[in-house]
């Protein structure tokens, strides 16, 4: 794309309302809907959509641009998963792997693909494939120096421990993308909320509101809006936790507000279930409580989350439970326990199991091959340097060396014992005409 990173949206906007070539403004658009992604996922849906509008038809009717048609469709997919309209990113995702494949040369795009299908596979409760697209991304960002992809990918496979249960592994994949993306301000603002989140699993609550805040910060001051639902639920969690009941629930509404404005509807189910848990915990309204837990259910069920699915059926069961009504928390106890099942499968887990023991495998064997070549290229140099180097005991007439146990060898014989060097013998002009002095070797031809 001929856009620049450094420009302002504005700039590009402003540029955009100018242009006549179609291929510039396609790429202006592709550019503007990649950059709205953390501010207005309607906006960059909206240019998205027009620049693949552009790719397919017009002068591009019989043959499509497509670098701009797969970053437009690349574009549309990721808003789609962001907003949680998994149906419809999906297909697109595996329609771009597809071309990937079928035509290899665009890294990006495939690496790009792949991260979004994993999203949608975590969101949906399919930790195997989830961590099969991530770590398959992981690979192409390292083997193509694609500098935006690995800090996605660890992130995700942090989360997917997380959800597992495996919190030092989590910590420890979060940390890696954290130290990443140090000059993405973007990324920085979602790793240190995601950091901040297996914190809180791991019941480190100070850790987890440095990074919470950090990460509010960095939201607030370059209106990274799409992150900022997303920390005011974790902050609230944070404060649930530490037991400042009023304070968390201000931080709920606050996120489910904020998700409903910026349409980052999977963060709006997990304020909404946040929400309803504080206000029970606080004593206020059973009604407005369990309004607030089954309109959560209600979007994740739309959703098809099936992860937000089971924590609002479990946290439904256990409120309605306290509450007395023992007859619809076993209705909803029975469809969480269905649920985990589906997703916590045993089949799942030996997938997810052997998936982890590759990559594991696959890392190893390439670092051990990496230190094993270096051990024969230092070993060579060392080898190289010591033939090299040094005195040789050389005899002044016969030009024999001696070697390391005293013995004295002719010098093609030491040298090829000592290199990879191989000898063929002739004579020089000087010798072949003291050997043979009937013989014309080396001599001039008379003139007439």
């Not at 914190?199 to 939201?219: C, N, P, R, V």
């Not at 799942?348 to 495998?361: G, I, N, P, S």
């Not at 070797?441 to 003139?447: A, E, F």
Request: glycine share 6%; charged share 25%.
């Amino acid at each position: 794309m001929d856009v620049s990173e450094t420009q302002s949206v504005a700039e590009i906007e402003t540029r955009l309302a100018n242009m006549t070539d179609v291929r510039e403004r396609i790429d202006a658009l592709v550019h503007l809907g990649w950059r709205y992604l953390n501010v207005d996922t309607r906006k960059a849906l909206q240019f998205s959509e027009q620049a693949l509008e552009l790719s397919t038809s017009g002068d591009y009717a019989l043959k499509p641009y497509e670098q701009g048609r797969l970053f437009s469709l690349r574009n549309i997919s990721k808003c789609f998963s962001i907003t949680g309209d998994y149906v419809r990113a999906m297909p697109i995702a595996m329609e771009l792997i597809g071309a990937a494949v079928k035509e290899p040369g665009n890294p990006a795009i495939h690496a790009h693909a792949l991260t979004i299908l994993g999203y949608c596979y975590f969101r949906l409760g399919d930790y195997p494939r989830a961590l099969e697209m991530h770590f398959e991304a992981l690979k192409i960002g390292e083997e193509h120096e694609l500098e935006e992809i690995p800090p996605r990918s660890l992130d995700s496979i942090a989360f997917i421990h997380g959800a597992l249960g495996e919190l030092t592994e989590a910590i420890a994949y979060h940390k890696r993308a954290l130290g990443l993306c140090r000059d993405d301000v973007s990324w920085q603002a979602f790793g240190h909320n995601n950091l901040a989140v297996a914190y809180i699993q791991s019941g480190d609550y100070d850790s987890a509101l440095q990074h919470a805040s950090k990460s509010l910060e960095l939201g607030r001051t370059h209106n990274i809006v799409r992150v900022l639902p997303h920390v005011l639920d974790t902050i609230g969690m944070i404060y649930q936790e530490m037991g400042d009941i009023p304070k968390a629930i201000g931080f709920f509404e606050e996120a489910v507000e904020f998700a409903r404005k910026t349409d980052v509807r999977v963060a709006e189910v997990d304020a909404l279930r946040n929400l309803g848990v504080a206000c029970q915990m606080e004593g206020k309204s059973d009604e407005a409580a369990l309004e607030h837990l089954r309109l959560g259910l209600l979007l994740a069920e739309r959703l098809n989350a099936k992860r937000q699915q089971i924590n609002c059926h479990q946290t439904l069961s256990d409120v309605l439970a306290r509450l007395g009504d023992f007859e619809t928390a076993l209705e909803h106890h029975r469809h969480y326990a269905r649920l985990e099942r589906e997703v916590f499968s045993e089949q799942a887990d030996r997938k997810l199991k052997t998936l982890q023991v590759v990559h594991e495998t696959e890392s190893a064997k390439k670092e051990a091959e990496i230190h094993r070549l270096k051990n024969i290229e230092l070993q060579k140099a060392l080898d190289s340097v010591k033939l090299l180097s040094g005195l040789l005991p050389i005899c002044a007439s016969c030009k024999n060396v001696r070697d390391d146990s005293g013995y004295w060898n002719q010098i093609e014989d030491f040298i090829h014992d000592h290199s990879e060097a191989e000898f063929s013998h002739s004579l020089c002009p000087t010798c072949a005409r003291k050997l043979y002095p009937n013989l014309a070797v080396g001599r001039k031809s008379p003139t007439g």
